[in-house]
């Protein structure tokens, strides 16, 4: 627990004013999904939690210099974790679960855990607290280029010229695809129940918009 304790810290330091859609809340709320999932479906709990609490670590160095923010994490994890004397193996283990978890680069789990890590991340990109992950990150999405003329191009529709616009065409192409990317059964049970909850907000947001 003292490590868990030690990293989670560490990790809320690094991303204290991280202005996007991937702040500590979506950490721990990452961690929480993850033993939820793992409650049922098995697997290394410590592990689990330490590739949770460090998947997006190196998000603030990709918006300060480019590249992937999973590869960033876990260079960085790889280093928290040898400081910390932590088992190679283990050290190992969290890494790979780390390098693999994005969802948009379509990589495959090595191991259970790093499957319990891809769907958790997942499902909160989902229901109510997805629609909210989805404008937030849209907002300082936009805010970055305004103030510094920098655009993220795998990112291309928060910049659209109708942000309703923009926002629909983020749904058609992550959320409601999320779940045939899912690995395990209860993930799957948990993110039925979000996506209805994303279906009833569109529709009411398609019937408010219609006469724009």
Known sequence: MVLI?????????????????????????VESTCMVIQSEEGGDLQVIRLAALLHDVGVVKEHREGGDHAAHSAEMAYDLLMKEGVELSVV???????????????????????????????????????????????????????????????????YAADPLDGFAEYMEMKPFKIMDGLNTTTAKTIAADRLR??????????????NK
């Open 5 to 29: 304790e030690r990293t989670r810290k560490f990790v809320a330091d690094v991303l204290a004013d991280e202005p996007s859609s991937h702040e500590m809340s979506h950490i721990e709320r």
């Open 92 to 158: 190992d283990h969290v890494v790979s679960c780390i390098r693999t978890h994005r969802f948009s680069r379509g990589h495959k789990a090595e191991s259970l855990e790093g499957q319990i890590l891809q769907d958790a991340d997942r499902i909160d990109a989902l229901g109510a607290i997805g629609i909210f992950r989805a404008v937030m990150s849209m907002g300082a999405l936009r805010s970055l280029k305004h103030s510094s003329g920098v655009e993220k191009s795998s990112s291309r529709n928060a």
């Open 197 to 210: 909850i994303m279906h009833q907000y569109l529709d009411a947001l398609e019937a408010e918009t219609s």
